[in-house]
């Protein structure tokens, strides 16, 4: 401390390359580093150009944001608490020793003298110094988490285990290098270095100077060779996400969660659906080499946790794996000379890989929790919604009972083949308006198929218009005009048939004049807010759970807390993660109930599917294969006496789920109406 | 080989039972809010020829006698790939029972030309008569085969699976012939692409009034006299519910097995 004291801190600096001759050498062996590197990148560039448009350059002010929160800041990395924060510490790491390395770069080779003062000592020595150790850690616990914990979701491979080698390696023999300058130069300013001051006290001990100079100067050469290799290796590997992952955040899918399906010019399309490579937008290409095979969309599939095959994560790689098999761009222009009923695919995907099977799609119930936790933005819903449409519009090959559905949807306008209800016989004796007798209703009460035609959901709907009345609202429903949204069908594939209910209800609401609709189904809601204003059906749409939170704010309900139960509350997927609603039902359960809400470990967006969407809840699942009963344990493993929920579909879902698997447990399923009603009613 | 197939719409026969309503006076079904759509087992007799087309060759004509409504189920089996299709249409919304329609369609189907087999479904998911093919092979001066659920080629003829009330018959025959196709999971009719949904709508059918295939409402008369439905009303479902009285268990069962007994001696 002494020197120190005696050094003036202005003059703080370190001579680069101090050992290093022949320094030419290192010039001409970036040259091979950059051309093999950058023909890797402009390789994948070059395959992304050749899909098809898509527009994710708008609203650049809240793509910034993301790529603040999701690439700077991690936040989507940082829901694996354990992960993400070694990969932070690695993250940043990484960046401050890039940033230092520009640093030595700008004085050595533009001989801007910027390495010196206090910068060089607080941040060239100290700050670089301990972000790099940070990094170095980051990189053993993560090599520990992959050889010795060995995580399910993880994909295991050579490259993986020779990244973190690699790293591990550069990062290690960087603090040698250090350690040994500062011995060998006696550098004054070494205090700065924390890590090289250790490694120059213990190699002193060891060796001597004359050694260590010798030692400095073969590492740094093998220093330098490993790190233009991993430079020029890294577009081959999953290191390629260091480009792509920021990419690709910011080219996300702002708007439904990520789960935007697209549409469909059938006039023109050359094929409905997509089983080819080049039929997906650039924006999806991009998306296969963003991945990181961090494996937590798997993790988190409904269909994969019960042990089905479906696993949005191999789907990806799979399909990255066909897509670093092909050529491309060479093939774009041969699918635009062929006649449309004669489409064959330039690399069909269905089927190449189990993962990729028909069978796997058909098992996803669209539920975006893969989309909602991928670290890097991936869609992968979409991609299995439009390999879908290949096999329902293209091929007409997918399960009997969606088949049934689609039936159903086409000849009745509803999906429950075989239903004894009629839309309006939930209404029975209770005088509801119809629309034709109303003169102009403030809501239009658009029920729903599932509302309205499956028996257990009767009394849901009954109470939603109980309620209403008793608010004394001006509302009506369509009756016998009501059909399906479509959204079943859009789910399972059948776009066209979407068009066709969607345009044809359009028009009827229309005819009505109606403008503020109100639904207890979050599917509804969804095709209504999101989907229906992309075919020119504007309506004000609110779900019940909003809608009837509304009502008790503005005092037209009053609700003193009567319900004794102790109640928990399944998030829909269409309502939380689709829409972001998860505030107004909780809102009213906590209004209602005289007990505190119980929450299911698995809540708000991070909610886990009933199994339903999807036209699943058309299918019946292998016995030891069912979502709803995983998330009926989900819901048993909690103190609740009921499950509040706020979809036609999770309510017959759960309910069946709970009764299969609760043995001598009582656990009552209740839609957010039917609790407030019975309260009301004092039950 | 050449296969012609009968088609007939139908009120959606799975609408619920609250909303199937019958008008008494003209003795038929009120449409009311029930779609139309393709009888079950004609959809199958449709499944059966598209598989036969695709194990042998050959062609399949649609053929349908109803409302001009009826051309959506033609449609429908355009959109399946049928090669061609006819519609005779029918302007009067009288009842036509199955030897009417066994006239009409053995009328067109002699204006259409020879086929090798003729399908129709084996009975219709509205009257369920079950008619309609016996007569109409009467007509073509034709065997006739009931029943059937798979259909091979064999040499210069088929060999027929036909359902019975103890399992199948294998039955051989030689061509031409009428078969009345029942229902199997082999025969669950596929559903059509969307590309040919759209491409059906571009398809020519033939449309043909009953002059057109030398039919007078005096021909259509004589057969419809044949068959007169009096009466149409939808039965009453009624349920009683008695608890037999009695002072022990003993008494209660006694007094059940006399009530029983008295039943089964009545009946
Ligand atoms: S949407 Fe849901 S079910 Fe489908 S792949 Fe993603 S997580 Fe799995
Ligand atoms: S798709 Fe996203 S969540 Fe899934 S493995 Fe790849 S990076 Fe991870």
Redesign the pocket.
Known sequence: MTLLAALNAADATREVMWNISHSWVMYVLLVPTMLIAGYGVYKQVQKWRSGQPAARFDRPAERIMRVINHVLLQQATLRDRFAGVFHFMLFWGMITLTIATTVVLIQHDFGIEIMKGRFYLYFQSLFVDVLGVLAMLGVAVLAVRRWVLRPKKLVYTDESTWLLVLLFVIMGTGYLLEGWRIAVTNDPWGIWSPAGIIVSKASLAVAGVGTLKTLHLFTWWFHLVIVFGLIAWAPYTKLLHVLTAPLNIYTADLDHGGGTLKQIDFESAQSFGINSLEQFTWKDLLDLD?????????SVCPANTVGKQLS??DI?LDMQGLLDRSDLASLTGKADGQQPDEYDPAFPIIGATDNLSSDALFECTTCAA?VE????S?E?LPKIVDMRRFQVMEQAEFPQQMQDAISSLEERGHPFKGTQLSRVDWAAGMDVPLIEDVEAPEVLLWVGCGGALVDRNQKSTRALANLLKKANVNFAILGREETCTGDPARRIGNEFLFETLATQNIETLKTHNIKNVLTSCPHCFNTFRNEYPKLGGNFEVMHHTTYLARLIGEGHLKLDAQATEKIAFHDPCYLGRHNGITDAPRKLLKEVSQQPLVEMEKHGRQSFCCGGGGGMSFVDEPADQRVNQERAKQALATDADTVAVGCPFCTTMMEDGINAVKGDREMAVKDVAEVMWEALEGK | MKTLVCLKQILDPEIPPRDFTINRDSRQAVQGSANLVTNIFCENALESALQLRERSEGEIAALAFGPASAEDSLRKALALKADEACLVEDDSTAYRNSATTALVLAAAIKKLGEFDIIMVGREAGDWGAGQTGGLLAERLGLPCVTFVDHIEASGDGVTLRRQTELGWEKVEVKLPLVVTISNHEENVPRIPKTRDIMMSARKPVTNWKLSDIDLTDEDLKTTGDALDVIDLFIPEKKTDCEFIEGDSLDDKIDEFAKRLAGIVQSA
């Open positions: 963003a991945c990181t095979e961090c494996g937590r969309c798997t949005p994560r990806i893969c936790i991928c670290p890097v991936i992968q």
